[in-house]
């Protein structure tokens, strides 16, 4: 957030704070088949991941988006028949049907490949569970169970809530052994208030979710069999009514963040400008921009004005006629989203500072 405008929003902090209530997540806010939510990704945070209480307000504004992805929830007939077995059979495995699938995250051990993994989900009024996988193990297509199933989070979420969910699963490698994984999730209900992100702001519950996992396997030919503890990773959370996931989750292992994503849609944000078709706008690259940003226009002499998330105009740019590629230093510019548009104009093109 640019600090020459942290003033301004001040007084709209202030009553956000007064105006917050708490809330109460259930599976009307959890995915469903169909649903697509997507996401951007950061590289890493300085904030005080300790930091939450009631009331409270968390400020992630600054940010930076460096990648982007979805989360499409299918439908379980949709996923390989062969993995379906164990997550569609009522009648066998009633504590197992799933609702729907994630595409989940492939991964090597020892000589052991695990790849082209699906995910599992079950929601009901008890909450929302993890059931298990199916994977190709080796080459080979199997459907691997948790057992018990893992409860990411018990309905209703509120907060002051704790829960514990023990799961496991085991997998027999063909010609290999067994490897398998056992663990235990520790969730707390340590705050609620309001999130501030990049380009959005929610009323929130924050969940701390700490994963205590083990590895192990078993060498049929050698009959030798080991156990590998993994550091302890935490996943914080922030939940917000009808958003389906967090819209910001910080994981660390070993205390260190290692994975952020969350909740980025600028083209909703509202900027006091209208939108136009980007031909009539200025280009811009690199995007996002370090410390110098390059401005491509028509070769017209105008002038150029830099808008904050706000609204607000924050610089005004010359553009002498005949230039094509005006290079203007951003440096000062706070690491945020921003807009160029032609001065007194209603075209924008939106470009992030990353400093």
Same mark, same amino acid.
């Given at each position: 957030?640019?600090?020459?405008? &942290?003033?301004?929003?001040?007084?709209?902090?202030?009553?956000?704070? !007064?105006?917050?209530?708490?809330?109460?997540?259930?599976?009307?806010?959890?995915?469903?088949? *169909?649903?697509?939510? &997507?996401?951007?990704?950061?590289?890493?945070?300085?904030? @005080?991941?300790?930091?939450?209480?009631?009331?409270?307000?968390?400020?992630?504004?600054?940010?930076?988006?460096? #990648?982007?992805?979805?989360?499409?929830?299918?439908?379980?007939?949709?996923?390989?028949?062969?993995? /379906?077995?164990?997550?569609?059979?009522?009648?066998?495995?009633?504590?197992?049907?799933?609702?729907?699938?994630?595409?989940?995250?492939?991964?090597?051990?020892?000589?052991?490949?695990?790849?082209?993994?699906?995910?599992?989900?079950?929601? @009901?009024?008890?909450?929302?569970?993890?059931? *298990?996988?199916?994977?190709?193990?080796?080459?080979?297509?199997?459907?691997?169970? &948790?057992?018990?199933?893992?409860?990411?989070?018990?309905?209703?979420?509120?907060?002051?809530? /704790?829960?514990?969910?023990?799961?496991?699963?085991?997998?027999?490698?063909? #010609?290999?052994?067994?490897?398998?994984?056992? /663990?235990?999730?520790?969730?707390? !209900?340590?705050?609620?208030?309001?999130?501030?992100?990049?380009?959005?702001?929610?009323?929130?519950?924050? !969940?701390?979710? &700490?994963?205590?996992?083990?590895?192990?396997?078993?060498?049929?030919?050698?009959?030798?069999?080991?156990?590998?503890?993994?550091?302890?990773?935490? $996943?914080?959370?922030?939940?917000?009514?009808?958003?389906?996931?967090? !819209?910001?989750?910080?994981?660390?292992?070993?205390?260190?963040?290692?994975?952020?994503?969350?909740?980025?849609?600028? +083209? +909703?944000?509202?900027? #006091?400008?209208?939108?136009?078709?980007?031909?009539?706008?200025? #280009?811009?690259?690199?995007?996002?921009?370090?410390?110098?940003?390059?401005?491509?226009?028509?070769?017209?002499?105008?002038?150029?004005?830099?808008?904050?998330?706000?609204?607000?105009?924050?610089?005004?740019?010359?553009?002498?006629?005949?230039?094509? @590629?005006?290079?203007? @230093?951003?440096?000062?510019?706070?690491?945020?989203?921003?807009?160029?548009?032609?001065?007194?104009?209603?075209?924008? $093109?939106?470009?992030?500072?990353?400093?």
């Amino acid at each position: 957030m640019n600090n020459a405008l &942290r003033p301004l929003f001040v007084p709209a902090l202030l009553t956000a704070g !007064v105006a917050s209530a708490q809330i109460v997540i259930g599976p009307a806010d959890m995915l469903e088949a *169909g649903d697509t939510v &997507r996401y951007a990704t950061a590289g890493t945070t300085d904030a @005080d991941l300790g930091a939450t209480g009631p009331a409270f307000t968390w400020d992630f504004s600054a940010l930076v988006p460096m #990648g982007e992805g979805a989360d499409t929830a299918v439908t379980v007939g949709s996923t390989p028949f062969l993995y /379906q077995f164990y997550f569609n059979n009522p009648f066998l495995y009633p504590e197992h049907v799933a609702d729907f699938a994630l595409r989940g995250q492939a991964f090597d051990f020892q000589t052991i490949s695990i790849q082209d993994v699906y995910d599992y989900y079950r929601t @009901d009024n008890d909450g929302f569970r993890n059931v *298990g996988f199916g994977a190709n193990i080796n080459g080979i297509p199997a459907s691997v169970q &948790r057992e018990p199933v893992d409860v990411v989070y018990p309905f209703p979420l509120a907060y002051g809530g /704790q829960s514990t969910s023990y799961s496991e699963y085991h997998i027999t490698v063909p #010609g290999l052994g067994h490897f398998g994984q056992e /663990q235990t999730r520790d969730n707390e !209900v340590d705050g609620w208030g309001t999130l501030y992100l990049p380009a959005d702001t929610f009323e929130v519950l924050r !969940v701390a979710s &700490r994963l205590q996992r083990t590895d192990t396997i078993h060498v049929d030919q050698f009959g030798v069999g080991f156990s590998v503890p993994e550091p302890e990773s935490v $996943e914080y959370k922030w939940l917000a009514q009808g958003k389906d996931e967090p !819209v910001l989750q910080v994981t660390t292992i070993g205390g260190a963040p290692a994975f952020i994503r969350f909740y980025y849609m600028p +083209d +909703d944000v509202p900027t #006091g400008i209208a939108d136009a078709p980007p031909a009539t706008a200025p #280009g811009i690259w690199p995007n996002p921009a370090g410390t110098t940003l390059h401005l491509l226009t028509d070769g017209k002499a105008g002038t150029l004005e830099v808008v904050g998330m706000d609204g607000r105009v924050v610089r005004t740019v010359a553009i002498a006629a005949g230039v094509r @590629d005006h290079v203007e @230093d951003v440096s000062a510019l706070a690491p945020g989203t921003y807009a160029v548009r032609r001065a007194g104009g209603t075209a924008v $093109e939106r470009f992030v500072i990353a400093h």
